[in-house]
Every structure is written in structure tokens, then in C-alpha cells.
């Protein structure tokens, strides 16, 4: 009786739902890694590992890395139970301002620029059919790009259920495609076609490797692998998080680093490393090859599939605005939620005009490569967060607390990693840096600042109000029972 009051109370109170249960918590990660990677980085991974076989343990070691990363956030997803994911841990460990350069770089630049490449590679795939024989037209793809974007952010405002029901449809599609290129593969390689897979090839290099071309091969994988930590973002929306999410990241790694690495054999079955290298889109060549009149099925896969990533994307993107708002560091307006379907609407429809406004500039391939640097820093420097609370907070309560050789292992490789990658790319590394750190004066100005002119606040309570008619949100109502444990454990340190 008392479980169905709680129950009734919950469903009652204006706050963020609790609707992602195991099947849906692993379709937010298994979908958002799984986007247009796979289908197209393949080819900068051979590029510069050099040969077959390095770039096949390159994507056997990205899906360990991945793998030591997620067990680190599953003991801070539990540990500091918020939405946000790194923008919150790093909040909570550093302070305000390391949290806001984090998060000004990913809404200002980071998951708009992303969401917009999605969106072009959903919209290239999905006239590709119509337009056989020549590249779609800019406007036709830009227009279809927007309108994916659109409809979307329409669902993700109406309903969370909707929502996590497309992702999980879109993944269980994504996982199909690419088990059709494995079957296929592994078909070619029971006939015997496996030349390029021989041990005396695949490890034929046609110049010696350098450490620095072995960790931009890292980088490369670790694009198709980006993704990973994303149900950290939604944390309050999952059931039972202290269960359920790290069981979705330990089912889900292991899953999509053995998927990629059967894919990307399946790909050598069919296609010489030169032909792999001359093709833009692996899977539309595979598909060729080896499909028949049954080609456009390819094209159509990797469109469904990255249809599935912007919607993962909008979904846990919108949720760090969101948490961003709720910690001050962003107009009140985007920590309201819709009165009926408990939606973060102002917050969506932020994310939808920063990918729009992306998508009409036009250099997204330019902004990706800053992008990817921000990207890794940010989970260095939450790994990091992860030591750092370990020394200062011994008594905080962790449900989940991992070997320190886990954390310590992924530090070391990633600081290798970064070193390698200033000294190779120091143009791009560089503005990356200087794109987080223009968040520096907003912050003092926008945040710190307290005493700022009347007239400052007249409007921004002006803009909060019209924004609450027009979009009829209110601030969430937030449940006590689930902050009391870390609220506790602060009080024991």
C-alpha cells in the first residue's frame, strides 16, 4: 500500500521521470557509440596505423580504453548520483569554474557540431539512392539534415517514452546492419578470401610506424568509440541507477568493441587496404562489392543508424544544459521542465538552434577536429576528478569503487596519448584549448559576478517569464530521498 502511495506521488510530482530501465540505458549507450564511425573511420585508423593488423588491435586496445574509462564513470555515476555527467563530477570535485569551461565548450561548440555531422551523414545516406551517380545537392541535404532535427527535438519535448523507444529500436537496426556485414564477412572468409587477414600481410607496412602515428590511429578509433559515458548525462532518469547503470556500461562495451572489431574484419574479407583507403564510405563499398542489387541496403543502414545517434545525442546533450542551468551556470529558463510531460523543452529547443545555426555556417568538418580534442581532454580531466575525491573524500559513499590501477592505467594512456597528439596537431590541439578557455571572462562575467546592474536582472526574470508562458515549464520538484546519501556522506568527511 505504501509502495503505491510512493508510486502515485511520483507521477504526480513535476520532476524528471524515471523511464530508462536496463534494455533502454543500453540502447543510450550502445546507440549514441554507435553512429557514422564505424562506417567511415575505418579508413583514417588504417591510414595511420599503417597496416592491417595494427589497425585491427588499434580497434581491439580503443574498445579497452573505452572500457577502463566506463568503469571509472560507473563509480562516479553512482558515487554523485546527478544528471550531467562530466560537467557534474567536475562541478562537484574541482569547482564552478573548471565545470564551466567544460560545459561552455560542449554547448557552445562540442555537441552541436556533432549533432550537425550526424545529421549532414543521415542526410548524404538517405538521397544517396536518388542521387547514384553524383553527390546530393548542398541545399537538399542541408534541408533534410534540419527537418531530421527538427522532428526529433518535436519528439524528445513530447514525451520521454518516445524518446527512449526510437533509441532503442534504431539500435537494435544499427546492430542488425552491422551483423549482416559480419555474417557477410565471415561467409568471404570461410570461401577463403582472407588474403589481406594472413599474418605475413597484415602486418606489412609500407613505412615504419611512428608513436605519433599510432596515437592519431587512437584518435581515430576512439571517434567511432565516442559515446560511451553518455548515460552518465541522464543519470536521475534511469531506474535504479546504482544498479542499472553500470550494468548497462559493462553489457554495452564489451558488446559494441566486439562488434567493431568483427566489422572491421569483415571489411579486409571483401576490400584490399587500398581500396578501404580510396573509399569515403567503407560500408557503401562493401555493400557494392558484395550485396548485389541489394547494395542501397547499406546506404539505408548507416542513414537509420545515424538517425538513432541524433536522437540519443538531442536526448542526453539537452540533459547537460539542463544540469548546467540547475548549478547556475546557465539561464534559469533551461532547468525548467514541461508541466504535463516532464520534459526539459527550453533546454531541446536550445540544443536544436545551436545545431541548426551549425548546420547553415557549414564548416562542421573543420569544427569536428577541435571537437575531438575537447572531447578527450574532458574525460582526462574527469578521470582525474575521480583520484583527486578519492584523497580528499575517503568516507564519501561509493556503491561501486574500482581497482586504482584502473584509473591510473587509463590517466597514463590518455596523457600519452594527448602528448602525442599536441606534438603531431598542435594547430588543431591549440584552438581547441583556445575555444574552451574564451569561456574564461564569460564566466566572471556571467556567473561570478553577482552584483550585476538592475537592469541586468529586470530582463533576464523578463525572458525567464515569457519563456515559461510560451513554452509552459516550471522548475522541477525534487525528490529528498535521493539526494540524502550524498548529502550524508558530505556531512561524515
Known amino acids: 500500500m505504501e509502495d503505491q502511495e510512493k508510486r502515485k506521488k511520483d507521477d504526480d510530482r513535476v520532476a524528471l521521470k524515471k523511464e530508462i530501465g536496463l534494455l533502454s540505458a543500453c540502447a543510450i549507450i550502445i546507440g549514441n557509440i554507435i553512429g557514422s564511425g564505424i562506417f567511415v573511420s575505418p579508413k583514417g585508423v588504417l591510414e595511420h596505423a599503417g597496416s592491417v593488423g595494427l589497425s585491427v588491435i588499434v580497434w581491439v586496445c580503443g574498445g579497452g580504453i573505452c572500457a577502463l574509462g566506463s568503469m571509472c564513470y560507473a563509480e562516479l555515476g553512482v558515487t554523485i548520483p546527478k544528471s550531467g555527467g ?22 557552445l561548440i562540442m555537441y552541436p557540431t556533432t549533432l550537425a555531422v550526424i545529421a549532414l551523414t543521415f542526410a ?65 572468409i570461410c570461401r577463403g578470401y582472407y588474403d589481406a587477414l594472413r599474418p605475413s600481410v597484415a602486418f606489412e607496412f609500407s613505412e615504419d610506424p611512428s608513436v605519433g602515428q599510432i596515437a592519431l590511429a587512437f584518435l581515430q578509433a576512439s571517434f567511432a568509440y565516442s559515446g560511451w559515458n553518455f548515460l552518465n548525462y541522464v543519470t536521475e532518469e534511469v531506474v535504479e541507477p546504482r544498479k542499472n547503470l553500470p550494468r548497462a556500461i559493462y553489457i554495452s562495451i564489451p558488446l559494441v568493441t566486439l562488434v567493431y572489431t568483427l566489422t572491421n574484419i569483415a571489411y579486409f574479407s571483401s576490400m584490399s587496404p587500398e581500396e578501404l583507403l580510396a573509399s569515403n564510405a567503407v560500408a557503401v563499398t562493401f555493400g557494392e562489392k558484395l550485396l548485389g542489387m541489394f547494395s542501397w541496403v547499406m546506404p539505408i543502414s548507416v542513414a537509420l543508424s545515424t538517425f538513432g545517434g541524433i536522437n540519443g545525442y538531442l536526448f542526453t546533450s539537452s ?21 504535463k510531460n516532464c520534459t526539459p523543452i527550453p533546454a531541446l529547443l536550445v540544443c536544436c538552434l545551436a545545431t541548426i545555426i551549425i548546420l547553415c555556417i557549414g564548416e562542421t568538418h573543420n569544427l569536428i577536429n577541435y571537437v575531438s580534442f575537447i572531447n578527450y581532454l574532458s574525460y582526462g580531466v574527469t578521470i582525474a576528478g575521480l583520484l583527486y575525491l578519492r584523497k580528499q573524500r575517503p568516507n564519501l559513499l561509493r556503491p561501486i569503487k574500482v581497482n586504482l590501477l584502473i584509473p591510473i592505467s587509463y590517466m597514463v594512456f590518455w596523457a600519452v596519448l594527448l602528448c602525442f597528439s599536441l606534438y603531431s596537431e598542435p594547430v588543431v590541439c591549440g584552438l581547441g584549448m583556445v575555444i574552451m578557455l574564451t569561456g574564461v571572462p564569460v564566466y566572471f562575467v556571467g556567473v561570478w559576478w553577482k552584483n550585476k546592474p538592475k537592469w541586468i536582472h ?20 525534487e525528490d529528498p530521498s535521493e539526494v540524502e546519501p550524498l548529502a550524508s556522506s558530505k556531512a561524515t568527511d
Open 86 to 107: 562530466d560537467y557534474s563530477y567536475v562541478t562537484e570535485i574541482f569547482g564552478g569554474l573548471v565545470g564551466f569551461l567544460l560545459l561552455w565548450s560542449a554547448v
Open 319 to 339: 540533459r547537460l544544459c539542463f544540469s548546467g542551468a540547475r548549478e547556475g551556470h546557465l539561464p534559469h529558463l533551461l532547468a525548467m521542465i514541461h508541466l
Open 124 to 188: 548524404n545516406y538517405m538521397l544517396q539512392p536518388a542521387f547514384q551517380n553524383c553527390v546530393p545537392p548542398y541545399v537538399a541535404t542541408r534541408l533534410l539534415a534540419t527537418v531530421c532535427v527538427l522532428f526529433l527535438t518535436w519528439v524528445n519535448c513530447s514525451s520521454v517514452r518516445w524518446a527512449t523507444r526510437i533509441q532503442d529500436v534504431f539500435t537494435v537496426g544499427k546492430l542488425l546492419a552491422l551483423t549482416l556485414i559480419i555474417i557477410v564477412g565471415l561467409v568471404q
Open 458 to 477: 529586470r530582463l533576464m526574470e523578463k525572458i525567464t517569464y515569457v519563456g515559461q508562458k510560451a513554452c509552459y515549464v516550471m522548475f522541477p520538484q
